[in-house]
């Protein structure tokens, strides 16, 4: 599936990501490039407008992320991008602004609300984080190349 997500609007809807946080974008993108990877998705987030240069930055993999140039919003590149979509039924928008939710209609695109998709991130299982590894016991192969280094082989 693909999805065109009205990015900020969404993280008005999270409950661990927040508006006011300078590093927001960057956090719902690492959580949609989570559920991007697990669910096979292609996913298409834009906000309204930030550094230049940032999109570059913040898109991976499964992810593109895309700001809004100076003078244009979100919510006028999102409508814009309907006009692109020719599968429909592959595609699913996600906002909770009615003027995109109209528009999306109009087109006859699925929709799912911000609060929904928002519930269905933070399900997600959260990332394990990565082993010291120096807590780690070195594994054989570890020890027989310390032993030879010090031995001068």
């Known amino acids: 599936m693909k999805l065109l997500i009205d990015g900020h609007n969404l993280i008005g ?20 490039h989570r559920y991007a990877l697990a669910g096979g998705h292609q ?5 309204d407008a930030g550094a230049p240069g940032e999109t570059a930055t913040l898109s991976r993999g499964r992810v593109e992320a895309v700001f809004a140039p ?11 991008r309907f006009r692109r979509i020719r599968d429909r039924q592959a595609w699913l928008v996600v906002t909770s602004d009615r003027q995109i939710l ?7 695109l ?3 609300s911000s609060e929904t998709f928002a519930a269905r991130l933070q399900a997600l299982p ?9 807590q780690l016991p070195p594994s054989d192969q570890e020890v027989e190349m310390w032993l030879r ?3 001068g082989h």
């Open 43 to 47: 996913v298409t987030v834009i906000f």
């Open 110 to 112: 699925r929709t799912e």
């Open 126 to 134: 959260t990332e394990p984080s990565a082993p010291d590894l120096r």
């Open 13 to 32: 809807k999270m409950q661990d990501i927040h508006l006011d946080d300078p590093d927001d974008e960057a956090r719902l993108v690492a959580r949609l």
């Open 70 to 80: 100076a003078g244009r919003s979100a919510d006028q590149l999102i409508v814009k």
């Open 149 to 151: 280094r010090f031995r």
């Open 102 to 108: 109209a528009a999306a209609s109009a087109r006859h």
